[in-house]
């Protein structure tokens, strides 16, 4: 895959997004006052570990069946039922781990889901991101192919990926690089 590179912080017109345009930037009681709706996982404890925020009709029928609390014993009918319901397109067979209140990411192997869900869910996920500086002025910064499903087209780190689930940061690191940098 060859990516585009251009010189940063100099910007396009058009390129630089405001943070206010990005979930991730939204508290969840904005994302409440938006339309969207909270539903949680459930630890081996029965207390609430994780949240999602979703605005998707088809992914809140799936989750009514367990009343937007979805204990961990059941993620993987969740994630079936969710695969039936929305197909396979885009399903990458690789698994995440699930990032509680706390900002930690769970080391229960049974907290995990297929990555693909985890936007669509409204969850956090981890990703690893190498940014190279050309100089003390310059720095350099990809740009997504268009063909991507996931912001196509938009700046990007020069090196970056999902953290799978129990993937070390420093192992998923030189994946990617291998992966996009040769």
Same mark, same amino acid.
């Given at each position: 895959m060859h990516a585009e590179m251009i010189a940063w912080p100099r910007l396009i017109p058009g390129e630089a997004l405001s943070p206010a345009a990005f979930g991730p930037w939204l508290t969840p009681s904005q994302l409440l006052q938006q339309g969207f709706t909270a539903w949680c996982v459930l630890n081996a404890s029965g207390e609430p570990f994780a949240w999602g925020f !979703?605005?998707?009709? !088809? #992914? =809140? %029928? #799936?989750l009514s069946e367990w009343g937007g609390r #979805?204990? #961990?014993? %059941? =993620?993987?009918?969740l994630e079936r039922a969710l695969q039936r319901a929305l197909g396979e397109r885009g399903w990458r067979n690789e698994r995440f781990s699930l990032i509680g209140a706390d900002g930690q990411r769970s080391q229960d192997p049974r907290m995990a889901l297929e990555r693909s869900l985890f936007r669509r869910l409204g969850l956090l996920s981890e990703s690893v991101q190498l940014n190279l500086q050309a100089s003390d002025q310059a720095w350099w910064a990809a740009r997504r192919a268009l063909t991507k499903a996931v912001d196509p087209g938009l700046l990007d780190a020069c090196v970056a990926g999902g953290l799978a689930a129990h993937e070390e940061p420093? !192992? *998923? =690191?030189?994946? %990617? *690089?291998? %992966?996009e940098a040769g």
């Open positions: !979703t605005q998707s009709k !088809t #992914v =809140l %029928e #799936v #979805v204990p #961990v014993g %059941e =993620l993987l009918a420093i !192992t *998923a =690191l030189f994946r %990617e *690089a291998g %992966e």
